[in-house]
């Protein structure tokens, strides 16, 4: 059993948070969650996805949500929904995206082929970045990057992959959780995502934002490209969560988010913690 902390800091006391309570992926499983510095108030749940978020009040300026780790059971499998397709705005591949990713596809052979050029494509098409404005703001689908380079955040890169792999007819699901890199001691201030293929039975992970970034040369499937450790909290865009006072929407409920008094919600300050494994069995290595 291993325990990951996120700390959240200048609130006010009664602040209202919205956080995501975790999943269980073929790797491990958020098994409990305790709140220290504020009350739980609730639990809600996206019925859609099969996701669950947690309602809870500050007492106080810092708030810690302490998330126990425990390894999968034996032949645990990625959710069935995330391979879903789903009708929303970040998932849906305008109709210039989904002729070109099939031509891309096509032109490699298809199959495993086609899919590795779907990755590749994606990987040219962006430059690691935290845009302001994001390539898709404002669009009712995912548009088609015809050409040169946009900058993009992993969300942008991976919300860009998985709606031209599924425009192929592929498999691919979107895990957002946080990645704790080895070298920071696994400390972040932000959550991190990824893509998941199924194809033929076979089950991959991706990342192009950590291979663009650690300079890694062409993107291959690896859950830890770079040296770190990871934790799955979710999966799946176009969240919407039932709340006393009506549904909370969001692209994605990643991280916690705060409530505001015009009933929007922002983003908070914060820092998450996950202690490198005290053993060596306890390290993913893969291939």
């Known amino acids: 059993m291993r325990q990951f902390e996120i700390e959240i800091a200048g609130l006010e006391p009664g602040t209202r948070l919205l956080a995501p309570a975790g999943m269980c992926s073929p790797h491990d499983a958020v098994t409990r969650t305790t709140v220290t510095g504020g009350d739980m108030r609730g639990v809600t749940l996206e019925a859609e996805l099969g996701l669950a978020a947690l309602w809870i009040e500050a007492a106080g300026s810092t708030l810690t949500l302490t998330h126990d780790i425990a390894p999968a059971p034996q032949g645990q499998r990625y959710p069935e929904v995330i391979f879903a397709p789903r009708v929303t705005p970040y998932t849906v591949a305008a109709e210039d995206l989904v002729r070109a990713s099939q031509e891309i596809a096509a032109r490699a052979g298809g199959g495993m082929a086609g899919l590795r050029a779907l990755v590749a494509e994606a990987e040219a098409r962006f430059t690691y970045a935290h845009p302001e404005i994001r390539f898709n703001d404002g669009t009712d689908a995912v548009p088609y990057l015809s050409c040169g380079t946009t900058p993009g955040s992993c969300v942008d890169i991976n919300t860009y992959l998985v709606a031209s792999l599924r425009a192929a007819g592929f498999e691919a699901g979107y895990i957002y959780g946080y990645f704790f890199p080895a070298e920071k001691g696994g400390v972040t201030d932000d959550a991190h995502c990824w893509v998941v293929t199924r194809h033929a039975g076979e089950v991959l992970e991706w990342d192009i934002a950590h291979h663009i970034k650690a300079g890694l ?71």
Do not use: C, I, N
Request: proline share 13%.
């Open 217 to 287: 040369g062409p993107t291959q499937p690896a859950l830890d490209p770079r040296p770190g450790w990871r934790v799955a909290l979710g999966h799946s865009m176009g969240h919407a969560y039932r709340l006393d006072d009506g549904t909370a929407r969001f692209k994605l409920l990643s991280e916690p988010m705060r409530a505001g008094p015009d009933g929007a919600w922002h983003h908070v300050p914060l820092v998450a913690r996950l202690p490198a494994p005290v053993a060596e069995s306890e390290l993913r290595v893969l291939a």
